[in-house]
């Protein structure tokens, strides 16, 4: 496995961020299955930056007959990023309390990106899995967004302690989302991002 580098990673946050100018847009509206399960009252989580958007109906085009793409979560507000980051470092320090705050803040980010970098809350991140014509979620190793202890490591996108099935379900996803420009982060088979060197980020 090729070595992965973690969104707390110094070379990530130095990496210069400005503002695409691409609006937000639904994508409840452009033709794609749509999963409530992160659902908010805003309706923030269905949103994504235009070109992102772009990329996965691209994606969806590419994938075999008799599958789609379900789309499950874009947009997050920084507040709501912050929360899902401090819960998670929070479960980690109480389970690790010997570890130092920078081990934290690293074993945190194979799970949840750093509010400060996060391409969820620039629109720019989208998770996402597969499903049959009639709605039926692909066989993926793992429940989508599973950490890496509730799935033993499983989550990462090149896991070897998954099935073959889930294996080649998890090739087809990402073959189609990266010949449609996006990046996946393989600490999460179901995390993409755009590919863009400058990451557009919400000023909020």
Known sequence: MNEIVLMSDPKIAAV???????PLVDVRQRGLAVDPRKADDSGAF???REGVLTRLLKAQELLPEGIRLLFVEGY???????HYF??????????????????????ASRY???PEIAPHGAGAAVD???????GRELDMGTRLNASPEESAGACYTDAENVGARARANRRIL???LTAAGLV??????CSQSSSCVQLPRLNE
Do not use: F, I, K
């Open 16 to 22: 210069p961020v400005a503002d695409c100018g691409e």
């Open 76 to 82: 997050r507000p920084p507040a709501l990023q912050a």
């Open 112 to 114: 949840v990106s750093p």
């Open 174 to 176: 990402g073959d189609a």
């Open 184 to 189: 996946n982060y393989p600490t999460e088979w």
């Open 128 to 134: 996402l899995t597969l499903v049959t014509a009639d």
């Open 86 to 107: 401090e819960g998670y470092a929070g479960e980690l320090r109480g389970d690790n309390p010997d570890w130092s705050p920078a081990q934290v803040r690293d074993a």
């Open 46 to 48: 269905a949103h994504l």
